[in-house]
């Protein structure tokens, strides 16, 4: 009897001891979730009181799953968006921004923080093959199948639509890093973005006047990084809200005028604006190939111009690493002819 009493006096404690350090490691797991403070994402005090519940209704489970599959462990993501006119033909867009990330200084590892988010069934699917991480983004109805040509109404719904959707990204508690599939991503970019705290929004330029900080810089929303907080969200909501009231413009031109007139430093945003040197596009080429990060294929028209002078740029690219250091002192960029006479049609 004494050696079964012992038996069941073992089991019983080991069960009990069990149990003790499962609920203590749950208890440790939501504490630290609670606690986490990310590195490059403080906060600080807003002017604006942000609308910062996320948008389940629309988006639901299946967007915090492809977010969280992408993230960095702070929650940093790099996010595009792909429509069918992006996925098909002999050499797609996203096939030459993906060759980026191929073809590029420290870019292969970044691709498992990239989250594609297709706007329709096919760009979904491409993307699911190509076994990315993927979101198909529900549009209420809207269509955005196919090529819509800069600045028709098609065009400047489908940027206020990105605007609402990356919105709600920060609102989810993502910072991300937001690139059009036009831009090829020749080196990481990170080294280059800087990692101070106080900084909420660092973008590119069409044309760089030479201040990081000044307001004149003629801004583009293809490529930016961004950070979740309150200030950030209350900025997209405001600019969100102007979206009736600004017919005819895109959402960059609306951001510019934001920035211009001081809304945006009210709302207690810091601003970075980007040198072209190392943030390039066909507006305003980088003059330093050895320095270059990424290429947008900026002043622009039409999709096939897009990819055929892009591709242009990664046989650049690839004779420069190819070339001899001798050789690379005469380097230059091959001119974007289609994308300049894509104006004259």
Not at 56 to 74: P, Q, R, V, W, Y
Not at 100 to 120: C, N, P, Q, R, S
Not at 160 to 174: H, N, P, Q, V
């Amino acid at each position: 009897m004494n050696f079964k009493n012992s038996i069941n006096e073992y089991y019983h404690y080991i069960v009990y001891t069990l149990l003790t350090i499962t609920l203590l490691y749950i208890f440790l797991l939501s504490s630290s979730a609670k606690s986490i403070n990310f590195a490059l994402y403080t906060t600080r005090n807003s002017v604006y009181q942000p609308s910062n519940t996320f948008n389940t209704k629309i988006h639901g489970d299946k967007l915090e799953e492809a977010l969280a599959g992408a993230s960095t462990e702070d929650k940093t993501v790099i996010i595009t968006i792909v429509n069918k006119a992006y996925v098909e033909g002999d050499k797609p867009m996203l096939d030459i921004f993906l060759d980026g990330f191929w073809l590029g200084e420290g870019t292969e590892d970044l691709i498992k923080h990239l989250l594609i988010v297709a706007i329709d069934q096919t760009s979904y699917k491409r993307c699911m093959f190509l076994h990315l991480h993927c979101y198909k983004l529900e549009t209420d109805g809207v269509g955005f199948i196919g090529e819509k040509l800069y600045m028709s109404k098609d065009f400047i719904k489908m940027m206020w639509e990105r605007t609402r959707f990356l919105g709600d990204i920060l609102k989810s508690g993502y910072s991300f890093v937001f690139t059009d599939t036009d831009v090829l991503w020749l080196r990481n970019p990170f080294p280059r973005l800087s990692h101070n705290n106080s900084i909420d929004l660092q973008i590119s330029t069409d044309e760089f006047n030479g201040n990081q900080w000044s307001e004149a810089n003629l801004i583009n929303t293809g490529f930016y990084m961004i950070r979740s907080n309150n200030r950030t969200i209350a900025l997209f909501d405001k600019w969100y809200t102007k979206k009736d009231n600004s017919t005819g413009l895109k959402e960059q031109d609306v951001l510019q005028k934001m920035i211009r007139e001081g809304e945006v430093r009210n709302l207690g945003l810091k601003v970075r604006f980007l040198d072209t040197v190392y943030f390039s596009g066909f507006c305003q080429n980088s003059k330093d190939v050895r320095a270059v990060v990424t290429v947008h294929s900026n002043c622009c028209r039409r999709i096939k111009s897009k990819t055929a002078d892009l591709t242009v740029v990664i046989h650049d690219w690839k004779r420069f690493m190819s070339a001899t250091e001798n050789e690379t002192s005469w380097f230059q960029w091959t001119p974007h002819d289609h994308c300049r006479d894509s104006w004259r049609h």
